[in-house]
């Protein structure tokens, strides 16, 4: 950052003889004009960014008070509750459920995705590779298909009724398990988003890959390195940065998983409306009408959201990123 | 520099006029001169067609039917536009079991003024579900959803079973067609579909909410409706009722290669069966629901009205339209043929209703068996938190079916007791 800025002083004299002559002429183009061109960024921020959480918090500090038989005008109003909607949050058993339903989903999720998309990431970069741009636009190619339409093939494909698997499974005698069961179905939601995950990870990893200057691989291989050692002992810590930045993109697509459970829910006995935190802020808001404690749930997920996100970058940036400093 | 500042100017300008302008939205409405123009929100399909029919008579009130996704989303639009202030439609389709919600979150306006004696029109039990009891009115009735028996003629002279009357023999067939051969169930216990599980306890007399007074009474947990999930959680204990929901790939391909024999559906299941199982068309048979004792009863599935919102400048006229929308003898026609609904006026349904449903060609009787049904409409009422108590019976009775235990399916019912109450009690409502 230091090279930049020493390179535009050199370079603009104009304007530091600008300052001694007038002061309004230099007021005007020091400050005012990288605001004013900074101002549609901002507007925009503010009116779809900032003031929808602003007026989300202050929503999450109210309630609506009935009072009678609650008909008609007048009968509802809405009043200040203090923390009552984020002390009912935190108590919520079924919001803790959901925590931890979510947070067993990633565990199972982000390594394998992770793992897979690495994997493919070493393989199409590693020497002697046939049909490398098939195999990386074919496993880029589920990431294309939106959350809900795979949501609904898969769905198809996990219906006993309907899906070619089982139809199969059948044929052969063999017993298919129930993957729409309650023991099985989170494991279902994660087979959708891997699908669909694996590519985007892969690119960004491979992207990084394609950066690392060949020199390094010649220079390993003169010392008797194999594909092996230089995948494990070269690449991995040379594109750790980007795995790192992978991981926490997955963390908090995990931490949001909606659509895939929402889309399946209605096809099985297994999956509740608040199977997952934002299901249930969903739910809360627009199946139960109280949108008061669904914003007080949506600041508890973003507030844990946040912190989950920086301590794991706490955590993981000093290894990755320690030859930067 | 002054050319810079200047541009940035413009485009603050710019961003702001596109924020504002994609605030203001018109509300649709004509002012001092000119046609009174009404918006009406509706999902029927064809609504439009019907709605045609009107502004050819009537050029001074001109009706632009905005179509939506569905009962639940409608909802949630207008609820949204009444807390907003604005951008509310004139008219509104609302399922019965909505309408103490829009009435509690002040959507629909009374006009019991405009639409005086039209109480004949319409069976006691739909009546007071668009009054909720008292003297107002909050929308004027349109189609409604008697529950009936439907069930595959050819499958069950098959097997040699006849038609059952009462529920012991509902279960006996059960039982006797799944043990004859076990890919074929009777029917299936969806968790998914709180209004069928809603009408089945209506018909055995269950009403879930009641106004007294001040208060709110919530009886989920009571004998009647206690009794239909024992009876449905034995069935599925035992395994000769399926436990998977309905409106799946897999219920609709049951339906078309007779797995499903029966279908405990309502008055429009005809066209249900027509686009889900097209194949099958002529080997269905309507009969009335198996009864519990020896009077005839039935209970509600689906139907709406048509309301006025609060925020319609001219509310006259849209009670006028709604009025002939759902009474006069040629909308009534055109609803029927068009729109393919089963009206609530039931003079207007006797007579527009000759014909069966194409799907039910083998059937000349069906609609004089549905007239029959829908007189015998148990009455119900609905409460302000319609919307709680049916998403706790999705989550409950999933977990029960699931188990396939009969005691999970009465602790269901308990939980959704307690899930209703806490909520009103949580709204501040006084709860008897």
């Known amino acids: 950052m230091t090279i930049p800025r020493s390179r535009t002083a050199a370079a603009t004299p104009v304007p530091a003889r600008r300052r001694s002559g007038g002061g309004a002429s230099s007021f005007r183009s020091r400050v005012l004009t990288p605001y004013a061109m900074l101002a549609p960024g901002i507007v925009l921020f503010l009116a779809f960014m900032a003031a929808p ?23 509802r109003k809405q009043v200040f509750v203090g923390f009552e909607n984020y002390v009912a949050a935190l108590a919520d058993p079924e919001f803790a459920a959901s925590i931890g339903r979510v947070l067993l989903y990633g565990l199972v999720l982000v390594p394998a995705m992770l793992g897979l998309a690495l994997l493919f990431a070493l393989l199409l970069d590693a020497r002697g590779t046939r049909a490398a741009g098939f195999s990386r636009v074919a496993i880029f190619l589920p990431y294309a298909v939106p959350a809900v339409i795979s949501s609904l093939l898969w769905g198809f494909l996990y219906l006993p009724g309907v899906s070619p698997f089982y139809f199969v499974f059948d044929a052969l005698g063999w017993d298919a398990p129930e993957i729409l069961s309650s023991d099985l179905v989170l494991f279902g939601i994660a087979n959708i988003a891997l699908w669909g995950g694996v590519g985007f990870n892969m690119i960004v990893m491979y992207t990084s890959l394609k950066a690392v200057p060949t020199e ?9 390195a194999s594909e092996v050692d230089i995948a494990l002992r070269i690449k991995v810590p040379i594109i750790a940065p980007s795995i790192v930045m992978t991981s926490l993109f997955s963390l908090i697509a995990t931490l949001q998983v909606f659509a895939e459970p929402t889309t399946l829910r209605p096809l099985s006995n297994s999956l509740s409306t608040s199977w997952t935190p934002l299901m249930k802020v969903y739910r809360d808001a627009f199946t139960r009408d109280d949108i008061y404690s669904a914003a007080a749930t949506s600041v508890v997920i973003a507030l844990a959201t946040l912190l989950l996100s920086f301590l794991f970058l706490r955590i993981v940036q000093k290894r990755a990123f320690g030859q930067e400093d | ?35 009174v123009e009404l918006t009406y929100w509706a999902w029927a399909p064809n609504l439009e067609k019907v709605v045609d029919i009107w502004n050819e008579k009537n050029p001074d009130i001109q009706v632009t039917v905005n179509k939506q996704d569905g009962g639940d989303p409608a909802v949630t639009k207008l609820l949204t536009a009444i807390k907003a202030g604005s951008g509310a439609p004139d008219l509104m389709q609302a399922e019965y079991q909505k309408i103490p919600t829009l009435v ?35 929308a004027v009735p349109q189609d409604t959803g008697p529950m009936m028996f439907y069930y595959r003629e ?32 009777l029917g299936t216990f969806s968790a998914n579909d709180a209004g069928w599980f809603t009408g089945l306890a209506q018909q055995a007399g269950a009403s879930w909410w009641s106004i007294d007074g001040d208060a709110w009474g ?72 198996p009864q519990w004792g020896s009077e005839q009863a039935t209970g509600n599935w689906g139907g709406s009205s048509t309301g006025v919102t609060t925020q319609s400048e001219h509310k006259e006229e849209a009670t006028e339209f709604a009025t002939w929308l759902n009474t006069d003898p040629e909308a009534i026609e055109a609803l029927v043929k068009t729109a393919n609904i089963y009206p609530a006026d039931q003079a207007g349904a006797d007579e527009a209703l000759t014909e069966p449903p194409a799907f039910f060609s083998n059937q000349p009787d069906f609609y004089e068996v549905a007239a029959g049904v829908a007189d015998t409409v148990s009455p119900f009422t609905y409460g302000p938190n319609v919307n709680v108590a049916f998403s706790a019976y999705n989550d409950e009775f999933a977990k029960a079916a699931e188990a396939r235990t009969r005691t999970a399916f009465t602790d269901a019912v308990a939980a959704m007791q307690d899930i209703t109450v806490a909520d009103l009690k949580k709204s501040g409502f006084t709860v008897k």
């Not at chain 1, 989300?56 to 009072?67: C, D, H, N, P, R």
């Not at chain 2, 007071?128 to 107002?136: K, P």
């Not at chain 2, 409706?225 to 049951?254: C, F, H, Q, R």
Request: aromatic share 8%; with cysteine; hydrophobic share 40%.
């Open chain 1, 53 to 75: 959480i602003v007026y989300a918090v202050y929503l999450s500090f109210q309630k609506t008070q009935v009072t009678g038989l609650g008909l008609g005008s007048g009968a």
């Open chain 1, 216 to 224: 390094i691989y010649e220079a390993a291989k003169l010392d008797g």
């Open chain 2, 1 to 35: 520099m002054r050319k810079l500042l200047r541009a940035g100017t413009v485009a603050v300008l710019a961003t702001t006029a596109l924020i504002t302008s994609g605030c203001s939205t018109d509300a649709g409405s004509g002012g001092g001169s000119g046609p």
């Open chain 2, 104 to 138: 509690s979150a002040d959507a629909l306006a009374d006009i019991s003024d405009g639409a005086a004696d039209l109480e004949n029109h319409f069976a006691e039990g739909v009546w007071s579900s668009v009054t909720l009891g008292g003297d107002a009115l909050y």
């Open chain 2, 154 to 185: 050819d499958i069950l002279n098959q097997f040699g079973l006849s038609v059952p009357t009462t529920w012991e023999e509902y279960a006996d067939v059960a039982r006797k067609l799944h043990a004859a051969d076990p890919t074929k169930y």
């Open chain 2, 218 to 289: 919530v009886e989920i947990e009571g004998d009647a409706t206690t009794t239909v999930a024992d009876y449905w959680g034995g069935l599925v204990e035992e395994g000769v009722i399926d436990n998977k929901p309905m409106y799946t790939p897999e219920w609709n391909s049951a339906l078309n290669d007779g797995g499903q024999v029966g279908w405990l559906s309502a008055v429009w299941a005809p066209g249900v069966l027509a686009g889900n199982a097209a194949d099958t068309a002529g080997l269905w048979k309507a009969a009335p629901m």
